[in-house]
């Protein structure tokens, strides 16, 4: 194989690599491991039918949310912070990619995922950590204003590919912006509930667990 061929194979690892093991980690359904084991049954019949951490607070098992907040969380943050590490920023953004489409769309659970919030969070701390910090701040205020989950997730990832234009990331803001686009997307029904005024706020009350 000459130099052009080794060229392309290089980029084709550099892509497909990360891309395929963001994914595989991405797609891992937590929110519904943790709360079968937790013995709270399937949280796809709970509330919204989401497995992610706000639903499955739904369940008053706060200790089951937070874990399913970690573990999503995680699963976005390591594998892009692996790459960044040792490959550089592009194979990591293609990491990122991976996970948080994972995520969204798992092949376990017929390409129903979750709305890739905690996700987002562990994907863009990786990549920029200064990013992941603001994201998290301008979604707790939003929560504690407004008392909703959906409201301070949408508010944040509006704000956060400003944050990282705002630092003169020119190619990072316009991948998170992207992540953004399809989490605002995934939030459809909120926001029509959001409009209607029939949106359910974060309760703080329920058993520990």
């Known amino acids: 194989m000459g130099n052009g061929g080794e060229a392309t194979a290089l980029i084709g690892l550099e892509t497909w690599v990360p891309l395929i093991l963001g994914y595989a980690l991405g797609s891992i359904p937590f929110g519904l491991i943790v709360t079968r084991l937790g013995g709270a049954g399937d949280i796809r019949k709970v509330g919204s039918g989401n497995i992610g951490a706000t639903n499955v607070l739904r369940t008053g098992r706060k ?5 399913t907040l970690l573990f999503d969380a995680l699963k976005g943050f390591a594998p892009v912070l692996l790459f960044r590490l040792h ?3 592009e194979p990591a953004l293609f990491a990122a990619a991976g996970a948080f489409l994972g995520h969204l769309f798992p092949v376990w659970l017929s390409f129903r995922g979750g709305k890739g919030v905690a996700t987002y969070i562990g994907v863009v701390t990786a990549l920029y950590w200064p990013a992941g910090v603001f994201f998290c701040v301008t979604w707790l205020g939003t929560a504690l ?3 909703y989950s959906s409201a301070a997730a949408l508010t944040a990832a509006a704000l956060t590919p400003a944050f990282l234009l705002a630092f003169g990331l020119t190619t990072l803001a ?3 912006a992207a992540f953004s686009l399809l989490l605002i997307a995934r939030h459809h029904q909120n926001i029509r509930n959001l409009i209607a005024g029939t949106e359910s706020k974060i309760s703080f009350q329920g058993k520990s667990g």
């Open 63 to 67: 200790g089951l949310a937070f874990a």
């Open 174 to 176: 316009a991948v998170v």
């Open 145 to 147: 204003l407004t008392r």
């Open 87 to 89: 490959s550089g920023m």
